[in-house]
């Protein structure tokens, strides 16, 4: 299903760029960067729903990075997508800004499949743990853990024809997360295990609503219990 939407989602970014004649009202109040809402001077704001979106991997990065969950970067999944935003521009200039709230996820996969996490009353620390000292059927396949953002990105863009080039921050809120096996399928609430909040830089670069990304979140993803290092993602964007 992710698959298909990513699909339906570059298809729409691609015909956002495709030349053809549109009537001017279409000229008007809408293009690439979304349905205009206002207008003052030659400054207007239009309004993106559903993008922009990225994916990529993850790997950490910074600090005690050693103590970081050893985890897959083939396998591990960043995605984020902003629900809304606003983006403010000028015919004039070639820069323009944008503020919006987006929705963020992330998966890391244990490089062991056997190792989870799990909170450790007596020393009061999230710990590794053998899946299958505690479940005999488990078959060693798959094991992760995840974790789900809302956030305000905050972006700048510098404007070359179709060309974009960007830099941003953010601030996230983690408002769930989780361990994760399967075979058998067993899924346990681990909110404690990361952060409640990220900080984020990103840059990037995109033609025609296509590009690649980098975001660093610089502040530790998971408890400090755990490990203080920050985490690199990076990959592809759609709809910038």
Same mark, same amino acid.
């Given at each position: 299903m992710l698959t298909l939407a990513v699909l339906a989602l570059a298809i729409s970014a691609a015909d956002a760029q495709r030349p053809g004649p549109r009537s001017p009202r279409h000229d008007r109040n809408y293009d690439e960067n979304g349905f205009q809402i206002a207008e003052k001077g030659n400054v207007s704001a239009r309004l993106r729903v559903a993008f922009p979106m990225c994916f990529g991997t993850l790997v950490p990065l910074g600090g005690d990075v050693e103590s970081f969950p050893k985890t897959s970067l083939k396998h591990n999944f960043y995605y984020s997508l902003d629900i809304a935003s606003i983006y403010l521009s000028s015919e004039s200039s070639p820069w323009a800004a944008s503020i919006g709230v987006r929705m963020t996820f992330m998966d890391? %996969?244990?490089?062991?499949? *056997?190792? #989870? %996490?799990?909170? *450790? #009353?007596?020393? !009061? !620390?999230?710990?590794? %743990?053998?899946i299958s000292s505690v479940e005999s059927k488990y078959d060693r396949k798959m094991s992760k853990i995840q974790s789900d953002y809302v956030g305000v990105p905050v972006r700048l %863009?510098?404007?070359?024809?179709?060309a974009k080039f960007f830099a941003g921050a953010g601030a996230d809120y983690m408002f769930s997360a989780s361990t994760k096996y399967k075979s058998p399928k067993v899924k346990s609430e681990a909110n404690d295990l990361f952060n409640r909040f990220k900080a984020n830089a990103e840059v990037g670069f995109a033609y025609g609503g296509i590009g690649v990304f980098a975001s660093y979140s610089f502040t530790p993803v998971l408890s400090r219990t755990v490990s203080d290092a920050g985490v690199l993602s990076f990959g592809l964007t759609l709809g910038l």
């Open positions: 890391f %996969y244990m490089q062991n499949p *056997d190792q #989870s %996490y799990r909170y *450790d #009353s007596a020393s !009061k !620390k999230w710990e590794a %743990y053998s %863009y510098y404007n070359v024809g179709h």
